[in-house]
């Protein structure tokens, strides 16, 4: 069962990786560990993801004051576990532990023009393009209250 445990110095060494062709698209373990703590003054949380007891990738988001929403900036599966639905499951409880914190009600997250499985991803999870781009990253937006009822953000598991 997939879920998310806060990355702590007991878990943040893991080796997870993204495909080559993939790089150009995703942070890396490194890179999502140092967003996190430049954005600590913006109440960052950063997760490992775990299938059971295997970590299967990793995700972060943090507040942006200016836009009044969450950012989800930071989201990867591990190649080894493509392809099996973790990454929709996993952004949906990310997705619920935003609802239930309820500063915001509504997320941005930018994708890389060019990365297909980003965008049918978070199109799946109900984002829609702001109309926005910030170079060659392509903004999207969810709504909490109206777009994420219709894909079970709205009830919490326990």
């Not at 299938?51 to 009044?68: I, Q, T």
């Not at 997250?109 to 984002?127: M, P, Q, S, T, V």
Request: charged letters at 35%.
């Amino acid at each position: 069962m997939i879920h998310l445990e806060t990355v702590t110095p007991e878990n943040w060494r893991l080796g997870l990786t993204v495909r080559d062709d993939q790089r150009r698209f995703v942070s890396d373990r490194a890179s999502i560990l140092a967003r996190a703590y430049a954005y600590r003054e913006n109440r960052s949380r950063a997760y490992v993801i775990y299938n059971d007891d295997l970590p299967v990738g990793m995700a972060m988001y943090h507040d942006l004051d200016d836009w009044k929403a969450y950012d989800f900036s930071q989201f990867f599966i591990d190649q080894r576990y493509q392809g099996k639905g973790y990454g929709y499951e996993a952004a949906t409880q990310i997705l619920r532990r935003m609802k239930e914190d309820g500063r915001y009600d509504r997320v941005i997250l930018c994708y890389i023009d060019g990365d297909d499985a980003a965008r049918n991803l978070y199109e799946k999870l109900g984002f829609r393009p702001t109309g926005e781009a910030d170079g060659d990253e392509i903004i999207m937006e969810l709504k909490l209250g109206t777009e994420g009822e219709k894909h079970g953000i709205d009830h919490c598991e326990q």
